[in-house]
């Protein structure tokens, strides 16, 4: 399996060079691509930028909701976590059905890539991140039908998905042991509050990490959060959506270590948690049904489903 679905719509270099010197010539500077992710490409552009492209047609509206509301939730992060909040929007031309952003160019390790035994470093920083996020939204909040919604929502398709064989299929888990987890979750009082904003995608994946200071690449200096990508899910509604991250970013001892700074940001209770776990199988598991887990996004998946039964 690839380690994303397959596209609707093949991007290459040549077709980003040949939008960007129509619709934002200020931007200069040689093309090449980056990585092919779920649901957009992205593109090196010269030294500064980055081109987010999608690649499949549901992503289009992901992209114009960053282009409008990215700035608002990023403003909030900490300091020294920073966003690719897009600086030029593109529009559809040329053959390109979709819109397209170009962002600032980002420096840092993707978390993917990293131990998640060293990615402990960052569970208090991610704790402050999901806080800082998760505020009260305006009405006029995006609306999403996979994130931020009542779990119930999302009991139909994890069931099949639990039931339908497939897991056992591509991954070593117990899957009877991940449908007790499901039903836990399902048993936990939803959400009761006004809705907050929600990521919706905090997962290894959309995480750049850097060294301490005086630590160079695979010297000891332990690992900092220098930036969250991908608010293309943003949206409004249960926050414990994010708290999936928990089980999607750490191990065991890099959760508890999140949990604990959770408790002192902001209040939450064991219903919180019970349905931050059922996000963390949700999104787990649809990560290894879709593309397996030979790649680091499919190992991503895994990790969650193998956290999820630890606790």
């Given at each position: 399996m690839a380690d994303a679905p397959e596209?609707?719509?093949?991007?290459d270099a040549g077709l980003v060079a040949r939008l960007v010197a129509a619709q934002h010539p200020s931007f200069t500077g040689p093309v090449e691509p980056v990585a092919n992710g779920w649901d957009n490409a992205i593109f090196r552009l010269g030294e500064r930028w980055a081109v987010r492209m999608p690649r499949r047609s549901l992503a289009d509206r992901l992209v114009r909701s960053e282009q409008h509301w990215m700035a608002v939730v990023a403003g909030s992060l900490p300091d020294g976590v920073r966003a690719p909040v897009p600086v030029a929007a593109g529009a559809p031309a040329l053959g390109?059905?979709?819109?397209?952003?170009?962002?600032?160019?980002?420096?840092?390790?993707?978390?993917?890539?990293?131990?998640?035994?060293?990615?402990?470093?960052?569970?208090?920083?991610?704790a402050d991140v999901v806080a800082a996020i998760g505020v009260p939204?305006?009405?006029?909040a995006p609306a999403n039908r996979f994130r931020g919604v009542p779990l119930a929502a999302r009991d139909s398709v994890v069931a099949e998905r639990l039931a339908s064989g497939r897991l056992e299929q591509v991954v070593s888990t117990d899957v009877s042991a991940l449908a007790a987890v499901w039903a836990d979750a399902m048993a936990a009082p939803p959400w009761a509050g006004a809705p907050r904003w929600v990521h919706g995608d905090l997962h290894p994946g959309n995480l750049l990490l850097r060294r301490g200071?005086?630590?160079?690449?695979?010297?000891?200096?332990?690992w900092q959060l220098a930036a969250v990508l991908d608010?293309?899910?943003?949206t409004a509604g249960d926050?414990?959506?994010?708290?999936?991250?928990?089980?999607?970013?750490?191990?065991?001892?890099?959760?508890?270590a999140f949990r604990n700074r959770m408790a002192g940001l902001r209040a939450t209770d064991g219903a919180d948690w019970a349905r931050a776990r059922g996000w963390a199988l949700a999104m787990g598991s649809a990560?290894?049904?879709?593309?397996?887990?030979?790649g680091p996004i499919g190992r991503v998946g895994?990790?969650?489903l193998e956290q999820v039964l630890l606790d």
């Open positions: 596209a609707d719509v093949e991007v390109y059905p979709y819109a397209w952003s170009i962002v600032p160019w980002l420096e840092g390790e993707v978390a993917a890539s990293v131990d998640p035994a060293e990615r402990r470093s960052v569970a208090e920083a991610l939204a305006p009405p006029g200071e005086g630590g160079a690449r695979g010297a000891g200096a332990e608010f293309g899910d943003l926050p414990a959506t994010d708290l999936a991250a928990g089980w999607l970013v750490f191990d065991a001892p890099g959760r508890s990560i290894v049904d879709t593309v397996g887990v030979g895994a990790h969650a």
